[in-house]
């Protein structure tokens, strides 16, 4: 095309009347659609012009830009992209006439699909060998000797400071004379970054080829590690070290060490189950029984039978709970364990009763309070007895006001202000009511009244020389949290409570004790509210906030901020979900504000849907958060919640296998299982195995889509033929025969989706309408593509752009 075709400027008065400038453009624009120009620049025009000139525009089907600066603000016209789902969304839906409908069943009664010809599919000798295959798998690569680093001095001396090294030696021996090594170590110790490179450097000194897969549970870390290793051994990022994560690697023909998620060493075992060309597989945070690690577990204590000289080694900050049994899950193997001593500061741990009373916090929903009434009346309300200052209740004071101790007699009670108010009535004038004195807003106990009485010179920001005294004041906790937990409490009992966290970080920002500090939140949501409630608050420090977002949504490239130094004069605020928790370790962290909460992924098998719940933590994730705080001094811990809910948490995580979705799971076992063994069996290997009744909802799931068959040789009766569904809720049928994988099975296992959507796209694929089922696929496969912005102006700016796709 002509570079003078490209664009064509046009040449209105910016100055003459809108209606012959409109007349004139539409003249241009119908004469820029005849030709084969791409694009037609305007000269400037004001802002109402523009804007009237748009509507114009995109009736005629073209797509205009303003750029540029008032006044100098131009538009650029362009044809408008066809929709390539536009005939998609035109087409209408096909139906069958009678005719057509008579002439398949004619068909099918003519040419039945008999049992043989189902016997002879399942038993072609290509089918029946589940693991081998024609293609080479994408993941194998040869062992190589690794190069030998180039570090320079300040790397080298801060390698040698951390507690992993000081065990080199020890982490080596252990290693080598054992197949299986368990390696614990505080938070910061060094282990996910030393123990690989430990490896590598001994490869390089004795000429040995290897190849180390290192496992991480998520996404960023991955990078971050990777990219932290390669930075340490004075390399390009890529080379000897890179990693492998869903739809993003970084490696070349020279990587030894690879950092990828556990999802991606899956597809290796299922292409090589023997793990063939590894040499050493590290599975680090092991403590978090993320579903597919739990099966790497199962999958690598199989391949150790026929593998003696792979290296499995398994790491992890806490092991409290989970050290015995791992120890003995490998039994048959030799196991070693190693513990790295750490080097973390002292963390002091502040409770929620604490907090209220170093902060003074007092919540704004003084107007909700909370109102119990006899379990004999019906409840009506949905929010279960809370009510608003508005609905005429008493003026009463905080004192108990208790009648008589007649137990013969129902009670009615409201708790309003801390107060339990106790009335009592005759048997037949028994009534949801209170006990009322003048009408008006209840006298709220100050909070901050109580606290400046009792400690008159509170400091407005946390010093750590008060804390003892904050902590040995004539305060009563118990009323303070039961203050909160009547107000703000029972409304964010499911969520977390963003005044309370931007009140704590508030209390924090203009501490003399220097130091970032660390939000741990359950979910994005929760991340945007604390930022604004942060934001609204910003003129009242003398510090200014740079606040930081980790979520595994988030561009990657902004988080790897997050490790740059605040500037003078700034204190960074790093609102997190649980990513920070293990792996990523930011140094200046000191103090850590933990909401006690994390998003969990479970499954509901009668209604098939994952879901994402807001849960309570395990002691072992209290114990990571709290450990990030000590790392270059020491931290201070605000935990969120009272110590007799801590008391009351779990030892350790839940494992996902147990509560999460297992389809694909089964799927790999039907492949990667030895002959004769069932999933059931295989599963039952796991340190935490599934229940049967997960696993038997999951292997019917599996058979309605096809990817399993059972070959079953019930008669159907002859009124129930053409039901598919009878087959699969025969009542007759032997429940204890387990499905074998089919040829479209086996398709599905290869392919990295969930097993409906794999299925999808093949049928997709076969059917000849692709190009759809691929969008659909894609869409459905991947949570929202959109990257989740931090700022407000950020959001702005992603909520038009994503307008623009509507």
Not at 398 to 427: C, F, G, R
Not at 430 to 442: A, L, N, R, V
Not at 491 to 512: I, R, T
Not at 578 to 586: G, Q
Request: proline share 5%; glycine share 4%; net charge neutral.
């Amino acid at each position: 095309m002509n570079a003078n075709n490209r664009k064509r400027r046009g040449g209105f008065n910016r100055g003459g009347p809108l209606g012959d400038m409109a007349a004139q453009l539409k003249q241009r624009l119908e004469n820029f659609i005849q030709s084969n120009d791409e694009e037609l620049i305007l000269e400037p025009m004001e802002k109402e012009k523009r804007k009237t000139l748009h509507g114009l525009i995109l009736k005629m089907g073209l797509r205009a830009v303003s750029k540029g600066k008032e006044p100098n603000r131009y538009m650029i016209i362009s044809r408008r992209r066809i929709d390539p789902l536009k005939h998609i969304i035109d087409a209408q839906s096909i139906g069958l006439t009678i005719e057509q409908n008579q002439a398949i069943r004619r068909l099918i009664h003519d040419y039945p699909i008999e049992n043989w010809h189902v016997q002879n599919y399942l038993n072609l000798e290509n089918y029946k060998d589940n693991r081998k295959s024609n293609k080479k798998s994408p993941y194998q690569g040869p062992m190589r000797v690794p190069q030998f680093p180039k570090p320079n001095r300040g790397m080298e001396s801060f390698r040698q400071k951390l507690p992993a090294y000081q065990m080199r030696f020890q982490i080596l021996d252990a290693i080598n004379r054992n197949q299986v090594t368990l390696i614990t170590g505080g938070t910061g110790c060094g282990k996910t970054t030393q123990v690989p490179q430990f490896l590598l450097e001994n490869a390089a000194h004795s000429r040995t080829p290897i190849r180390i897969i290192c496992t991480q549970p998520r996404r960023l870390p991955a990078i971050a590690v990777s990219s932290r290793v390669a930075k340490e051994r004075g390399e390009e990022h890529g080379r000897t070290v890179g990693y492998h994560i869903r739809l993003e690697q970084n490696t070349s023909q020279e990587t030894v060490l690879t950092y990828c998620t556990s999802g991606i060493l899956l597809r290796m075992l299922t292409a090589d189950a023997v793990s063939s060309n590894i040499s050493h597989i590290i599975l680090d945070e092991i403590h978090e029984r993320e579903l597919n690690t739990d099966y790497l577990l199962i999958a690598l204590k199989q391949a150790l039978k026929s593998r003696k000289d792979l290296k499995v080694i398994l790491m992890s900050a806490t092991m409290e709970g989970n050290k015995e049994m791992f120890l003995n899950y490998f039994e048959d193997a030799r196991i070693g364990h190693v513990e790295i001593p750490s080097r973390l500061y002292d963390v002091e741990k502040f409770y929620l009763s604490d907090i209220l009373a170093m902060t003074g916090h007092v919540s704004s929903n003084q107007n909700i309070v909370s109102c119990d009434i006899s379990p004999k009346i019906p409840r009506v309300s949905e929010f279960n007895g809370i009510v608003k200052e508005d609905q005429n209740l008493s003026n009463l004071r905080w004192d108990k006001i208790t009648a008589s101790v007649d137990q013969q007699k129902p009670q009615t009670s409201m708790d309003l202000n801390w107060s339990q108010i106790t009335i009592d009535q005759p048997e037949e004038t028994s009534k949801p009511s209170i006990c009322t004195q003048e009408p008006g807003k209840p006298i709220v106990f100050n909070v901050s009244q109580h606290l400046n009485e009792q400690i008159p010179d509170r400091p407005p920001f946390f010093n750590p020389n008060y804390t003892q005294r904050l902590l040995n004041a004539g305060l009563d906790r118990q009323i303070l949290v039961q203050k909160y937990s009547e107000t703000s409490g029972i409304m964010w009992c499911e969520g977390v409570d963003p005044e309370l966290v931007a009140s704590v970080v508030k209390y924090l920002m203009d501490s003399p004790v220097l130091g970032s500090i660390l939000v741990f939140l359950p979910g994005y949501e929760d991340i945007l509210a604390v930022n604004d409630k942060i934001i609204e608050n910003e003129k009242n420090f003398k510090t200014r906030p740079m606040i930081y977002t980790l979520h595994s949504q988030m561009n990657s490239g902004d988080q790897q901020k997050v490790f740059d130094a605040a500037s003078n004069g700034t204190r960074k605020v790093i609102l997190s979900t649980n990513i920070a928790e293990a792996s990523l370790t930011i140094d200046d962290v000191v103090f850590v504000v933990d909401c006690g909460k994390v998003k969990e992924k479970s499954y509901d098998h009668e209604s098939r849907i994952s879901q994402l719940k807001v849960q309570w933590i395990a002691k072992s994730n209290a114990e990571q958060r709290s450990g990030r705080a000590g790392r270059c001094r020491n931290g201070f811990c605000f935990r969120l919640y009272t110590q007799e809910q801590h008391d009351v948490f779990d030892l350790t995580q839940n494992a996902e296998m147990k509560r999460a979705a297992i389809h694909e799971v089964c799927l790999h076992v039907k492949i990667f299982a030895p002959e004769n063994v069932t999933v059931r069996e295989f599963l039952e290997m796991a340190p935490e195995p599934p229940t049967s009744t997960s696993i038997a909802n999951s292997l019917e799931f599996l058979e309605q889509l096809g990817a399993l068959y059972l070959q079953d040789d019930t008669t159907i009766p002859e009124e129930e033929e053409a039901r598919i569904s009878y087959k699969f809720f025969n009542p007759n049928r032997d429940t204890n025969v387990e499905p074998e994988l089919s040829r479209l099975g086996r398709l599905v296992a290869h392919m990295p989706l969930e097993p409906q959507l794999a299925r999808l796209l093949l049928f997709g694929l076969a059917l000849k309408c692709l190009d759809p089922i691929l969008i659909l696929v894609a869409a459905l496969s991947h949570r929202d593509p959109f990257i989740l912005p931090a700022s407000e102006d950020a959001r702005r700016v992603a909520n038009s752009a994503r307008d623009e796709f509507a």
